[in-house]
């Protein structure tokens, strides 16, 4: 199960500290990309960010409750994200966290955890 492999990715890595770390990382540079970069404007990625570190915990089992918007609900004012949107995101991720170290394995479960969310989350 992707939740309990990204668990471990995250123990790894140097835990919540480091996820929050990556995850302000990833979404700075999200907000300056030329592709998906007007997603951000205006919002403060930081924030979104720490939210997200929180939902990761939360989808891992590590905390018990969330209180936060959820991947559905989220996305609804924004304009509709689409498959190469979604795309984007993941090279972004996949670059983000080759220069944290993070070995090909460990990418590719983060990434198989993000994926899990693209059908919800694209607009067709
Ligand atoms: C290309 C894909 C994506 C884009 C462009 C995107 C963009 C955004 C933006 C702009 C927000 C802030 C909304 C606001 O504050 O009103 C947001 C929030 C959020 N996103 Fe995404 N997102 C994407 C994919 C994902 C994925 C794959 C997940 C789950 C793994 C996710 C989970 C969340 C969550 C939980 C929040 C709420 C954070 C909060 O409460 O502030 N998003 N997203």
């Known amino acids: 199960m992707s939740q309990t492999k990204l668990k471990k990715v995250v123990i790894k890595m140097g835990g919540e500290e480091k996820l929050r770390i990556i995850l302000r990382d990833f979404y700075k540079r999200m907000s300056q990309d030329i592709l998906i970069g007007f997603f951000f ?9 720490d939210s997200q570190a929180k ?3 939360f989808a891992m089992g590590e905390s ?3 209180t936060g918007k ?3 609900s989220a996305h609804l004012e924004l304009p509709p994200i689409l498959d190469g949107h979604f795309n984007r995101r993941i090279v972004i991720l996949e670059q983000t966290l080759k220069d944290y170290q993070l070995d090909r394995i460990d990418r590719d479960t983060w990434i ?3 994926n899990a ?4 989350i694209v607009k067709d």
Do not use: C, G, M, V
Not at 117 to 120: A, L, Q, S, V
């Open 41 to 49: 404007s205006h919002l403060d990625t930081n924030q979104i960010a």
């Open 55 to 57: 939902f990761i915990l």
């Open 64 to 66: 018990h409750s969330y």
């Open 70 to 72: 959820t991947p559905t």
């Open 112 to 114: 198989e955890f993000e």
């Open 117 to 120: 969310f693209r059908k919800i």
